[in-house]
């Protein structure tokens, strides 16, 4: 049922939008009802740490409005949408080199920043990342092969628990 509900979710969302916009004469609380696709993607989810790792862009998001609107920190307040890549580092336990470098040369970059308050020619740094990780650690191609096992195998295989509905295992 919970797959099925999932598999809905963008039907009912569309359907409350016209119904908020057509009867009640409310489109802005009607885009909102969209919010409804991620966030039962999220709150139905089994695992408790795919569940933070999804909803750290929502709560970057809110933390940056809170401190823009009510402090006036927009721009210190950009900081906060780098903690999504970092969580989702720590919560898959992906930590390859390219990230690495990515990540390092970031923080290098914002330290220099905030330290000199020096963003215009420093950015060219950040040419650097993908450099190193084309000349050190380039992407294998081979894996992007087909093993002739059929495309939904290939589509699990890179997508694990991104599939939302599978003929075989959903209850009738």
Do not use: C, Q
């Amino acid at each position: 049922m919970r797959r099925r509900l999932l598999a809905a979710m963008p039907l009912i969302s569309t359907m409350l939008f016209l119904v908020a916009g057509l009867y009640l004469e409310n489109w802005k609380l009607g885009w909102s009802f969209f919010l409804l696709i991620p966030l039962s993607w999220i709150l139905l989810s089994k695992n408790v740490f795919k569940k933070v790792n999804d909803l750290i862009p929502l709560i970057a998001l809110i933390v940056f409005l809170w401190l823009g609107f009510g402090f006036e920190l927009w721009h210190p307040g950009w900081t906060v949408f780098l903690l999504i890549p970092l969580v989702n580092m720590i919560v898959e336990k992906r930590f390859t080199p390219r990230k690495i470098v990515t990540v390092g040369i970031s923080v290098i970059y914002i330290t220099i920043g905030f330290v000199t308050n020096v963003w215009h020619p420093t950015w060219i740094m950040l040419l650097l990342i993908p450099i190193i990780n084309t000349i050190f650690f380039p992407y294998s191609f081979n894996s992007f092969k087909s093993n002739n096992n059929g495309w939904k195998s290939d589509i699990s295989k890179y997508f694990k628990d991104k599939i939302i509905i599978n003929e075989e295992e959903d209850e009738a």
